[in-house]
């Protein structure tokens, strides 16, 4: 990904379902690719450009431990990107989920078949 925008790069970041584990993995604490790997039901080499993809996107952290990296969330990026859905969508998810349940609750009108 070429854009400099970095709530693009997040956004593409958590777009994969893999990575978006992997975030939920790393949330509370440190864990190694490997952890994250298998948890994930991701291969290793999957894995590792996935957490590629979180590191540039700067939402985990990397700290290293002998021979070991050790991934982690970075709480105030995700905040970032929080803040941001937040301001994007604003009032308009009560307002779809008005709507939808006005859809739901209001009776079905049968197509004629003439």
């Known amino acids: 990904m070429t854009d400099d925008d970095p709530i693009e790069v997040a956004l593409h970041a958590i777009s994969h379902r893999g990575r978006r584990a992997m975030?939920?993995?790393a949330w509370?604490?440190?864990?190694?690719?490997?952890d994250l790997a298998d948890a994930a039901g991701l291969s290793r080499s999957a894995a590792s450009q996935h957490l590629k993809v979180l590191r540039d996107a700067?939402?985990?952290?990397v700290r290293v431990d002998a021979n070991r990296r050790l991934y982690r969330v970075d709480p105030g990026r995700l905040a970032s990107l929080r803040s941001f859905l937040d301001d994007f969508w604003g009032?308009?998810?009560?307002?779809?989920k008005a709507t939808a349940e006005a859809m739901h609750r209001a009776p079905?009108?049968?197509r004629s078949t003439a």
Do not use: C, I, K, N
């Open 23 to 25: 975030l939920r993995l």
């Open 28 to 34: 509370d604490a440190e864990r190694t690719s490997s």
């Open 58 to 61: 700067g939402l985990v952290q």
């Open 91 to 96: 009032d308009h998810l009560d307002d779809l």
């Open 108 to 110: 079905r009108r049968r």
